[in-house]
């Protein structure tokens, strides 16, 4: 598997944790958004994986959703456990 692949998966994983517990709290994109002081369309992008997400914007989601950046990055990790890749 190249790096491009894992790298890809990696970000399209992050990105459906993202939207688990996004959509698990009955929320919007625009209210993530809004929480996190972020671009609703940017929301999109990372949720559909076309867009790896920096650190600091790690942190601004992982604080509107009230966990610790490394619970974030943990949902999508297992995420791509539970797929199989």
């Known amino acids: 598997m190249s790096d491009d692949t894992v790298t ?3 970000v399209r994983h992050f990105g459906a944790g993202v939207r688990q517990l996004r959509k698990e ?3 919007s ?3 993530l958004a809004e929480n996190s002081n972020l671009n609703r369309s940017y929301i999109g992008e990372i949720e559909r994986g ?3 997400a920096s650190l600091e914007t790690v942190e601004k989601l992982a604080v509107a959703l009230q966990l ?3 619970a974030l ?3 999508g990790e297992s995420l791509s456990r ?3 890749a």
């Open 8 to 10: 890809g998966t990696l």
């Open 25 to 27: 709290r009955g929320w």
């Open 29 to 31: 994109q625009e209210r």
């Open 50 to 52: 076309c867009v790896i």
């Open 68 to 70: 610790t950046p490394s």
């Open 73 to 75: 990055l943990t949902r």
């Open 82 to 84: 539970l797929s199989g």
